[in-house]
Each structure stands twice: as structure tokens, then as C-alpha cells.
């Protein structure tokens, strides 16, 4: 039987759950699976021999992500297209359970899949966590050398494709000039917001009409933008939205989703990278 006392202490480590599970999966469906998961593990536990509940269903849900990440891996072989996370609507809870938002932007989740499922807890785990090397070696049943180890391995990977940040204010000037130069099909001014190594990727899961590989450089994007607001944004409503920590776009028609819309900036102060969340079975953003 679950008291009530056991179900509060579930609701409250549940943002946490989420938070971890979402870094390691870049999915809120699978993320949200495996809480439910953690769920019905601390229901069939013995309770009352746990005694740092928090600890011990955040060590559930890890290393339930990390087998799940090993079969999400051999999936996103097979995708078609650009896969690119699921949004997540960051507006109430910025971080989503963790200590600071480290993990959770667009590009650096894209950057995790690089890592190995271990590599990738322990990071996600140290990082936007604030975990010590000894509780991710006990989560991750290592010793604390090699827990130390696959943080700085995680590290080092990531380190090279890391972009500029941008202050909120910054990041949403930027993504609506974007858009109104595609809109006006205005090619010069796109690439005076473009980096010039800019890099666009579209997440259709071939479910819909997308891009099936990135689109580089000036040119061929602002050419690209162009394209793609004269054939699929005509009569389409913008709202803006928190999505991953960062401003967004939420593009939809008639209460139709068609795209959320983000971008990273690039240390020059233009767009480094462009992504379009097109994949309709990842949409709309809600939690």
C-alpha cells in the first residue's frame, strides 16, 4: 500500500526525474515513460528500507535512461532526416528539476548524442545536477576514478561544437529577424544575420516535407529561409515561446502545428545554427 507520505515524496522528486530522464533521451514522451516507470518501481520497493528516497529514484530513472538510450541509439540509425529533441516548454520550470539549465538547449542535446549513454549520465548528471563524482559512481555503480574519467571524456567531446550564448533579449531580436527577412524575401539581409559557416537542420521524421540533410553555409540557408516561408509560411500565426531555456518560435496554421523554430547564435553576434521542429509527432511543445 503507497501512503500518501510516499506519493509526496514521488510528486516531489518528479520534476527532477523528468529533468534527468529528458537530458539523457532528448524525448518528453520517452522521458515522461520512464518517470512512470520510476512510478511503479517505488510502488513495488520496500520503502521503508530507503533511506534517501530522492537518491534512490533518481538512480532508478538513470539507469533506466541509459538502457533506453542504448536502444534510442540503434532507432536514430534508421531516422530519416536530421533527428533533432523534442521540445519542451521551459516557461515554468526553466531548468526543469535540475540546479541550472546546463543540457537542455537544442544544440547541446544534439551534442550529448555524440557520447555514450554512461558518458552522457554522468555529464547530464555532474552538470545541470551539481551530482558528486562519488553519488554518479554510486548511481552508475563505478568507482569514483572512472566516474571522474566519463565526465571529462563527456567534456572534451562536447567542447569543440559548443556555441555562443546570448541574452534572452538578444536570442529573440535575432530569431524574428529571421523570420521577417524570410518572410519580405529579403536575401541580404538573412545573410547579414547568417554566420558564415551557419548550419540549418529540419526534423520532418519523414512525416512531413523536409530537408533530409543540414543546409550549410550564407547562402544556401538565406536562399533556403526564403523558400521555405514563401511555400509553408503564408497565413501562418507566430507565437512566441520558452522552449529548452531559450526563446522560440511556435509556427502554426489554423490550429495546425507546422514548426517550432530556434536558433544559436554565433560569437560574431549573427545565427550560428537555425533548427526546425517539424516532426508533428513531437509536436505541439506541452508538457
Known amino acids: 500500500m503507497v501512503s500518501a507520505a510516499d506519493i509526496d515524496v514521488f510528486e516531489a522528486a518528479r520534476p527532477r526525474l523528468f529533468g534527468i530522464a529528458y537530458r539523457m533521451l532528448g524525448s518528453r514522451q520517452e522521458a515522461q515513460e520512464l518517470v512512470q516507470e520510476a512510478w511503479l ?87 545541470a545536477f551539481d551530482y558528486s563524482y562519488r553519488e554518479i559512481a554510486d548511481t552508475l555503480q563505478l568507482t569514483e576514478a572512472n566516474a571522474r574519467q566519463l565526465a571529462a571524456r563527456a567534456r572534451k567531446k562536447l567542447a569543440g561544437g559548443r556555441r555562443a550564448k546570448a541574452d534572452a533579449a538578444t536570442h529573440r531580436r535575432l530569431l524574428n529577424a ?49 523558400g521555405l516561408a514563401g511555400k509553408f509560411w503564408v497565413g501562418a500565426s507566430f507565437d512566441g515561446l520558452d522552449a529548452n531555456g531559450r526563446p522560440a518560435l511556435y509556427v502554426h496554421r489554423d490550429g495546425e502545428p507546422i514548426v517550432v523554430a530556434s536558433i544559436n547564435p554565433s560569437e560574431d553576434g549573427g545565427v550560428a545554427q537555425i533548427f526546425f521542429q517539424a516532426n508533428p509527432e513531437k509536436l505541439p511543445v506541452t508538457r
Not at 544544440?107 to 547530464?124: D, I
Not at 544575420?193 to 543540414?214: I, Q, S
Open 41 to 127: 518501481r517505488w510502488q513495488g520497493t520496500d520503502r521503508s528500507a530507503v533511506r534517501e528516497p530522492a537518491a534512490f529514484l533518481a538512480t532508478t530513472v538513470t539507469r533506466l535512461a541509459i538502457n533506453e538510450a542504448q536502444s534510442a541509439r540503434a532507432r536514430r540509425e534508421t531516422y530519416i532526416g536530421p533527428w533533432l529533441p523534442e521540445p519542451v516548454d521551459t516557461s515554468a520550470d526553466p531548468a526543469l528539476g535540475a540546479l541550472n539549465g546546463e543540457a537542455l538547449e537544442v544544440g547541446v542535446l544534439m551534442l550529448l548524442e555524440k557520447l555514450s549513454p554512461a558518458e552522457r549520465a554522468s555529464y547530464v548528471l555532474h552538470e
Open 178 to 226: 529571421i523570420v521577417a527577412a524570410a518572410q519580405a524575401g529579403d536575401v541580404a539581409a538573412l545573410e547579414r544575420l547568417l554566420a558564415e559557416d551557419v548550419v540549418t537542420y529540419a526534423d520532418g521524421g519523414g512525416l512531413v516535407n523536409a530537408a533530409r540533410k543540414p543546409i550549410m553555409g550564407r547562402e544556401r540557408v538565406a536562399k533556403a529561409l526564403v
